[in-house]
C-alpha cells in the first residue's frame, strides 16, 4: 500500500537520483540526501527503498503519511538491510534520520 502511494508520487521502489551520488551533490548541494535509503512504518516495518532527496520528496513522504494516518521514518542503507530489514518497525525506528512530523530538512 505504502509502495504503491510513493510510486505515484514518483518514487518508485528502487528510485536512483543519479548513476553519480558526488555529481547529484554537486549539482543540488542545498539536499538533504540519503542514497539507498529505508522507508519504515510502525505498523509495516520496511516498506520502501531507494534514493532520496528529503529536500525534495519530505512533501511526498509526509503526503503519504497523512493518508496513512502513521508516522513515515527514513533510516539509513545499512541501518535496515540484511539481518535487520525482518525487524519490527518498532525497532527499527529508533534508527530513523528523519520522519515525517519534522520539518523539510535543507543544508544551509
Known amino acids: 500500500m505504502v509502495y504503491k502511494k510513493l510510486k505515484e508520487l514518483n518514487l518508485p ?38 534514493d532520496l532527496d528529503l529536500t525534495k520528496d519530505a512533501l511526498a ?10 508516522i513515515i521514518y527514513v533510516l539509513k542503507e545499512l541501518d535496515c538491510r540484511f539481518e535487520d530489514e525482518d525487524k519490527d518497525g518498532t525497532e527499527l525506528i529508533t534508527k530513523a534520520v528523519w520522519n515525517t512530523t519534522q520539518a523539510c530538512p535543507i543544508n544551509e
Not at 536512483?16 to 547529484?24: D, I, R, T
Not at 548541494?29 to 510502525?42: D, I, L, M
Not at 513522504?61 to 502513521?70: I, N, P, S, Y
Open 13 to 50: 521502489i528502487g528510485r536512483m537520483l543519479s548513476y553519480s551520488k558526488s555529481e547529484y551533490r554537486s549539482a543540488n548541494p542545498r539536499s538533504v540526501c540519503y542514497f539507498n535509503a529505508n522507508v519504515v512504518t510502525v505498523r509495516g516495518g520496511k516498506v520502501w527503498h531507494g
Open 61 to 70: 513522504l509526509k503526503t503519504v503519511a497523512e493518508d496513512l494516518g502513521e
